[in-house]
């Protein structure tokens, strides 16, 4: 478990169902977002902070929406400056997994599980965020590029709203939550 990679799965699973070469984009848009079922595309960390913000903003809007929600920001601190918009999802969802390296401790609710990462887990390399419900399926997960050329820290990124492969990624990281309660 520690080498698994929701980016990789989700990678494998769209290529498996078609090519995904023509469905790159340059940057992340709302029409892009809201239009395209799927698309690859190399951005920056605030574009992640985007894409982010409109599943988690979709997310708060559908109050009578249940479902899990999914998200991993490498560290658990990375959650700070949104805590509250979880919190709110939480309100309104079956549960939120929250993974990341244990440097922070968000406040308690009782639809929020955090799921502790060691330091050598590739999800603590990866960006994602997961919601599965039976009205909202979305995937967004982004991986840092390690080129050291680089002169802002640079993303791989890809977003999905097939509900198949949707399933498939919740399926693999309710793996990954089961794995790590049972350790």
Known sequence: MKNFSVFQLALALLSIKRSIGSDRISNISRHDFQERETFLCNTTSSSIEYACLMIENSLVLRTNRGGRVYAGFGKLSGFQSVIDRYLRIADVSEAVYLFGRNDWQPPRHPNIR????????????????????????????ARRDETPS??????????????????????????????SIAA
């Open 150 to 179: 680089a002169a802002q820290h640079s993303y791989a990124a890809l977003k999905t709203s097939d509900d198949s492969v949707v399933m498939s990624l919740t399926n693999a990281v309710e793996g990954v939550i089961n794995w």
């Open 114 to 141: 955090l799921i502790t990462l060691d330091d050598d887990f590739t999800l603590t390399k990866e960006l994602f965020l997961i919601a599965n419900s039976s009205t909202f399926n979305t995937a967004f997960i």
